[in-house]
């Protein structure tokens, strides 16, 4: 039972270049978040899927898309990456009011 | 515009008093208060919550306290320890949809709290 995955755990892109961080959870919620953490702006929601088939803009979703490609998996991509995009990235999965929150990934844009 | 606001942006406490971490919010709309911990290079986990129709909650050493009129809301760890040293987030929630009974969270900018010995 490994709650929620992400992964890579470390990422460094270059301006412009794509990619796609992957979440995945064995806790059968119906709800998954992306949060970025940034020093001194605590976690901010980019995207959230209340339920399978649906996906929201959440409080920064500039820059980003997302795909909730199943029940257990909900991913974040970014199309051309920019260096504003550094952050730690979270994933975290819910089905009532508690949220599980991924390991995290950290990705550096240079 | 932040909709919840947390003070002190550090804390450094010493092995054995109270830590007392602060938080504000605009948005009467919210119906849940969490606090999440998070230690160094690891997501945060819920800490202990609160809804707005009780004014505190005690689990163990960790307890909210809760002022609906001055929107207001704070966590107490007493007895503080050197293992309690981590990054403290409240948050406040607004439900996404009713019917399936999940929550949109808005999170503080976090505090972070050491204990020394």
């Known amino acids: 039972n490994a709650g929620v995955t992400q992964t890579p755990k470390f990422q460094v892109l270059k301006t412009g270049q794509s990619m796609t961080l992957q979440c995945a959870q064995d806790?059968?919620?119906?709800?998954m978040y992306w949060y970025r953490q940034d020093p001194g702006m605590g976690l901010r929601l980019i995207y959230y899927s209340a339920s399978e088939g649906t996906t929201d803009k959440g409080e920064v979703p500039n820059g980003y898309n997302v795909s909730r490609l199943n029940k257990r998996e909900f991913s974040l991509r970014l199309e051309s990456a920019a260096p504003s995009q550094t952050s730690v990235y979270f994933c975290?999965?819910?089905?009532?009011?508690?949220?599980?929150f991924g390991p995290g990934t950290r990705l550096t844009v240079t | 515009q932040q909709q919840v606001k947390q003070s002190p942006q550090s804390l450094i406490v010493q092995k054995g008093g109270i830590s007392i971490i602060n938080c504000a919010y605009e948005?009467?709309?919210?119906?849940?208060f969490p606090w999440y911990q998070q230690f160094p290079g690891k997501g945060p986990a819920l800490l202990i919550a609160?809804?707005?129709?009780?004014s505190e909650k005690k689990e163990g050493r960790f307890t909210i306290s809760f002022n609906k009129s001055a929107k207001q809301f704070s966590l107490h760890i007493m007895d503080s320890q050197p293992g309690d040293s981590a990054t403290y987030f409240c948050a406040a929630s607004i439900r996404i949809e009713s019917n399936f009974g999940n929550e949109k969270l808005t999170f503080g900018t976090g505090t972070r709290l050491t204990i020394i010995p």
């Open positions: 948005n009467t709309a919210f119906d849940y």
């Open positions: 609160i809804r707005p129709d009780v």
């Open positions: 975290a999965t819910a089905q009532t009011y508690e949220q599980y």
């Open positions: 806790m059968n919620h119906n709800s």
